[in-house]
């Protein structure tokens, strides 16, 4: 049998033809942004932190004393509604501990109702010191 060897052929963009590489856009421009912003390198902007390059602020979380205050009081106040048979979430949670207090030594069965209570009750606190802290830091800030 014969065998034919082709000749390499050049395919379009690949062979000897060389792709023009795309310019790089230096502005970025949105139809919600009012004037065009450069864009930039976080890692090589940041000086603020002697030095160092961080991703972040040195104060990036911006910690205020009213929203832990205003969050503690908007969560206890409606977990201390009576709701669920005729109990509310932070009596229920206060109880459980109680209970589990009452057999110090040894901890909680992990049929206890305490566990419920407990990973209820502290995630609504945190949700809750959360969305005050967004909401107070936007509202401070002039986010919205």
């Not at 795309?22 to 603020?48: D, Y």
């Not at 004393?65 to 979430?89: E, Q």
């Not at 109680?98 to 009750?121: M, N, Q, R, V």
Request: aromatic residues 14%; glycine residues 10%.
């Amino acid at each position: 049998m014969a065998s034919t060897v082709a000749a390499p052929t050049a395919v379009l963009g690949l062979g000897s033809a060389t792709l023009a590489s795309p310019k790089r856009a230096t502005l970025l421009t949105s139809e919600f942004v009012r004037s065009p912003a450069r864009a930039r390198n976080p890692l090589t902007v940041c000086r603020a932190s002697g030095g160092k390059y961080t991703c972040f602020e040195r104060n990036w979380l911006r910690t205020d004393f009213n929203v832990i205050g205003f969050g503690l009081i908007g969560w206890i106040a409606p977990s201390s509604i009576p709701a669920i048979d005729g109990k509310s979430l932070t009596g229920l949670f206060f109880e459980s501990i109680g209970a589990e207090l009452a057999h110090f030594p040894t901890g909680p069965a992990l049929t206890s109702p305490f566990w419920l209570w407990l990973i209820t009750w502290h995630l609504g606190l945190f949700l809750c010191l959360t969305f005050g802290q967004i909401g107070f830091k936007g509202r401070t800030e002039e986010y919205f």
